[in-house]
């Protein structure tokens, strides 16, 4: 499970991911005090990453969220109850129904010395190892096919907890 995980170089934020070896689920929290502004980026965005994901929303966004998200996204109530929060699912998540989330936007999850480590396994950081990691991603891209790539991001990314965020930046974006 890993917290506030950047996507689009930082520009949108998940609150919540779980990385599994099959899946990779995105969690965006909506309390009561927040707004639904930011929900359709984040929507397209996360679609094109992420395997399953989960709104959760508190009363006042529910109905609203709902209909915002695609109907494979589940949606679980998140309400106030005896000095703590239930929750409740409304709608399960279902797996992305794209072809494949995209392999280069799910390859940006990696920070740069993972994308180097993995193009060495495959043998092929030859000409690239004092590369920055935008002309490492084609070259991943390039070198590993699609699924195998989204599974080997799932390898690395797993094992990292709440790693630091140095590379994200530090604005909480709603």
């Not at 995105?26 to 395997?51: G, H, I």
Request: with cysteine.
């Amino acid at each position: 499970m890993l917290h506030e995980v950047g996507l689009k170089c930082g520009l949108v934020r998940v609150d919540v991911a779980t990385i599994g070896s099959g899946c990779l689920h995105a969690w965006e929290v909506k309390a009561d005090a927040d707004t639904l502004r930011r929900l359709l980026v984040q929507e397209l965005s996360y679609s094109a990453v992420f395997d399953r994901c989960t709104l959760v929303a508190g009363e006042r966004h529910l109905e609203r969220g709902r209909a915002l998200v695609p109907s494979w996204w589940g949606v679980v109530l998140a309400r106030a109850e005896g000095g703590g929060v239930v929750l409740e699912e409304v709608r399960p998540a279902r797996d992305n129904p794209s072809p494949s989330p995209s392999p280069g936007a799910t390859a940006r999850l990696l920070w740069r010395p993972e994308m180097l480590a993995l193009l060495e396994s495959a043998g092929a950081a030859r000409g690239v190892r004092s590369a920055s990691k935008w002309r490492l991603l084609p070259r991943l891209l390039e070198v590993l096919p699609p699924a195998e790539l989204r599974a080997r991001v799932r390898q690395v990314v797993s094992p990292r907890r709440d790693a630091p965020r140095a590379a994200v930046p530090a604005q909480r974006q709603r």
